[in-house]
């Protein structure tokens, strides 16, 4: 996460969406700069958490300053969380989150559990954005293939030019089209966030 307060904005980073991509670019140019654990916090933590600190610090009122943030296909997305869990660099002591010994069948049955397992529990886009009931709480959506959207934002917002490099990219990796009763269960879970990302993003 991200706070300009003389830009007026916040950008929340949804995870493998670009995250270390737009905090490489914009971190110098933000006052503040939230790295793990709290580097994807969602919007019901930042309103629960860091709004009542501007109001009392920066004396920005929610009224004051966007919330902002990417979103990516939301079927590309959760193909981007099978293909980084299965990078051969994954730290040992995150051993438990590989997906190098699954298909990404195997990956979608565990996501698609009401208790997943800790390599599929990488939550949902929509809860992501959302207020607790479901409303979508962030005022701006920018879909990562329209960057340069985002980037001509966050340079009018700086007044300074802004260009997001391409970091921390999964590696190249195909998935195998999943069998289509799964495939259509994993739609009916992302329904949501597809929704959103169709209707609200830019």
Known sequence: MLISVSGRFVFLSLPKVASTSVESALGPHCTVTVRRPMKHTTYRSFMHLWAPILEKKARLSREDYE?????????????????????????????????????????????????????????????????????????????????????????????KEIQIPRLNVSPAQETEDLPP?????????LNRSISIYENFAK
């Not at 959302?130 to 979508?136: C, D, F, P, R, T």
């Not at 009763?181 to 879970?189: A, G, I, V």
């Open 181 to 189: 009763k799964l495939h259509r269960r994993l739609q009916e879970r």
């Open 67 to 159: 919330v902002v943030c990417l979103i990516r296909d939301p079927m590309e997305w959760i193909k981007s969380w099978y293909r980084y869990r299965s990078r051969e660099s994954i730290n040992p002591r995150r051993a438990r989150n590989s997906t190098r010994e699954l298909t990404f069948a195997d990956f979608i049955e565990a996501y698609l559990q009401d208790e997943p397992p800790p390599f599929a529990r990488v939550g949902n886009p929509a809860r992501f954005v959302s207020e607790k009931n479901g409303v979508v709480g962030v005022d701006r959506i920018f879909r990562l293939e329209s960057l340069d959207a985002f980037q001509t934002y966050v340079t009018a917002r700086l007044g």
